[in-house]
């Protein structure tokens, strides 16, 4: 089937459904809460939704243990919720994506339980090792969440790989039946309608062949399972076989990725494997590649991490453009500035809403929610957050740790969206939701963002429609100007004649700022700002302006 492109024009919101919103006021969100919701989120401009998963699963990892590909969580209303989601959506013109979680299941997965017991055809679905000598362990990798990356399972006698949490054992990807298993997923999703995948970490699937010691101890093995030996021939394969029979779009998540790397997987024409990557750069511009081991912000990484990714995609491949997801904390708490919340988070938007490649929003970053600041750290429900609490730098204090964890933890994100100022942020009507809710909801929340036009959420709003009506944004060539300023981003985006230029500050204070060099403000129209007024030759905290001339 022809390969329409149609996610080239699209903004995409990404939901992770149990803090989303509460239709059936049991606590947790739900499909019937997002029924509800969806003409909010078309409201904003975005015609296009991820799931996170949705999937039956026993949620050590929230869902990314899955238990069931072929079905809907029971708690989030199970098929008849989702069937009535896709069908509402598409009548909005709005396009659903799934999450692929297939480098693992969840330990509970049938597959997994008849591979314990040695059942064929199950026996190789995993990656099973007997102890080495002396009790030795298989190698030395490590798990991404939880010590060691292998558990040993008494009833089949040997340790199983999981590079995730110990509920997470890694699927056998050499085995062809378990290919043949991720082709019926990706089918039986797409015969129902839905438009394509989220494939998580599918960079990881395929493992250096004898499993060999990574002699680098402090890389976790990663080297030894990131862009594997086989990960291009199972990609096509999955391509050859079911994608490209579908008009749909993928999206790959690959944690350690250069976009020169990234080109290999995405750049478009007959051997493409993939559409657009979930690259991880421009989420480390105040970290040492995670979060756990941070570095004071930079303006200057961030900006050239993503001039690297435009520059290097332009005219061959398409990125991918976030600032936020359910794995990293939120935004402006990190790159902008809570004291100046509504100028960051605006600031922010147009650092990226402009850019090429198709943007996704995460819920709550268009309100401009900040960090949660829990005082207690067993409050925390993430896997990764509390194996690392209890077992990294215990040296330090609790409450420098409590601290790291505040900045760190992906829980930072996942509190509940506040939808108002009621009991509980308006998200459930049940005593208590599943999960804490930001206690700065009563100044943060979607209700009072709606009432004011000058809110963060109003000016996405204006970004996603302005984005999508000029074609120097879909089209246009990037050019970054004042490179070396730790203090502001600008850059330009041109397409036959018709120029943008985008200026934003960084910084909390006032800052003298020339305009580049042909460009003249008096004789360009100011299509977007975040103050009242644009006086020249200077940039308030956090101001973002956008301009367009013709050339
Ligand atoms: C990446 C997902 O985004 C994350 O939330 C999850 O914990 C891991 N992959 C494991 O599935």
Redesign the pocket.
Known sequence: MEHTGWFKDRVFYQIWPRSFYDGDNDGMGDLWGVLQKLDYIKSLGCDGIWF?PLYPSPGV??G??VADYMDIDPRFGGMEAFEKVLEEAHKRDMKVIM?L?V??TSDQHPWFQLSRLKVDPYTDYYIWRPAGKNGKLPNNWDS??EGKAWQYDELRGEYYLHL?SVG?PDLNMDNPRVREEVKKILRFWLEKGVDGFRE??ITFISKVEGLPNDLLPAAKGLRKFNHGPHIHEYLSEFQRDVLSRYDCVTLA?S?VITPRMALRYIEEGPEQEIDMMIQFETAAADCFLVEYLPLPFSLRRLKAAFSRWQKILSGRGWNMLYLE???HPRVISRYGSEEYRVESGKALAAAYLFQQGTPFVYQGQEIGMLNWHPRDPEEYED??TLWHYRNRFTFLGKKLRLRLLWRAS?DSARTPLQWSGEKNAGFTKAEKPWFTVNDNYREINAEKEERDPDSVLNFYRKAIALRKSLKAVRYGNYREYDRLSGRRYVYSREFEGERLLVICSFSKKEQRFRAPRGFSPGSAELLLQNYPDAPEGRLRPYECRVYRWER
């Open positions: 996170s990892d929230c990314y243990d999450d979680v480098n693992h991404l969440f995730f997470q998580d970490v998540e944690p997801n359910h794995d896997v990764q992906r």
